[in-house]
């Protein structure tokens, strides 16, 4: 389904893109050039996107036994770095624009374009992001809130382009601080966006109420004693949790062996965000330690 979205979303942005700069060109608006530049600059981040899920589903091998999850998450960097270096151009190439501002105001076809791009910016931030959350990606939920910038920015488009043309005499720079903010809104997004998955790829434990819940699957279970350690990392979709575990220090190896296979299956089971769970079987603490049974040396 991720994929679709994207395939769908490469389509849409390539049409957008033309629409906005041809419109832009043919209206004399700076603001729907720069929207044109951006929708094109989602070109190539959603094409990021679509490879970067096509990598991150492949499955785990010999030399990835982790998966290839983190695909997903350098992806969504990746998509942040490109749309915060295409702001910084928006917004100086516009700026650069008053020094030859035109003397007629821009033409009307250029909001039809800006109010197509409201309309199906709006219709793909709604599906990425809710889409994005529920399967825990952060690249499509990253892309998503980039369409939502690109709702912001076309409608100051659109605001700067209708003032221009309302009352040129007052408002004709209107147009190229609309293509300005629009810029700035890019900017903002790739900051964001850069900055959500660099936690990711530093091994920023999991949300405190997930780590809570795993200890709490852990805890229910017949022979667990207690949870000395957990910690959680995220690789690409899903989580890999480390739990040291705490059993009665008299029970044999195969006992503790068992009680830990329980409690890995249980938590992948009833915690859907986890993919796997590395269990460290410890002493309970306090507990009288197994007699020792070698016969010392003469």
Request: hydrophobic share 50%; proline share 5%.
């Amino acid at each position: 389904m991720a994929r679709r979205v994207a395939t769908f979303s490469v389509a849409a942005n390539a049409v957008l893109a033309v629409a906005n700069l041809v419109a832009g060109v043919h209206a004399g608006s700076a603001a729907a050039r720069a929207a044109g530049v951006e929708f094109g600059a989602d070109v190539i981040t959603a094409l990021f996107l679509y490879f970067g899920l096509w990598f991150a589903s492949r499955p785990a091998d010999s030399e990835h036994p982790y998966g290839h999850g983190r695909a997903e998450t350098v992806t969504g960097l990746i998509i942040g770095v490109i749309l915060a270096l295409t702001g910084v151009a928006l917004a100086v190439t516009s700026l650069w624009g008053l020094s030859s501002l035109q003397k007629t105001p821009p033409g009307v076809t250029a909001l039809w374009t800006l109010g197509a791009a409201l309309v199906v910016k709006g219709v793909l931030m709604t599906v990425k992001i809710g889409l994005g959350r529920r399967l825990g990606s952060r690249a499509l939920e990253a892309d998503g809130w980039n369409d939502s910038v690109d709702v912001l920015s076309a409608l100051a488009a659109t605001v700067a382009l209708s003032l221009a043309r309302l009352d040129p005499e007052r408002f004709l720079m209107a147009d190229q601080f609309g293509g300005f903010v629009v810029g700035l809104f890019v900017v903002m997004a790739g900051v964001t966006v850069a900055g959500q998955t660099s936690r990711e790829l530093i091994d920023t434990m999991p949300p405190p109420p997930l780590m809570a819940e795993i200890r709490r699957v852990a805890l229910a279970l017949p022979g667990v004693r207690g949870v000395e350690k957990c910690f959680g990392r995220k690789t690409g979709l899903a989580y890999h949790v480390d739990l040291h575990l705490e059993v009665d220090a008299t029970m044999s190896v195969r006992e503790a062996h068992d009680i830990a296979t329980d409690v890995r299956f249980a938590i992948v089971r009833e915690v859907p965000q986890v993919t796997d769970v590395l269990v460290h079987v410890e002493p309970a603490s306090g507990a009288a330690p197994i007699p020792e049974t070698l016969t010392p040396r003469a």
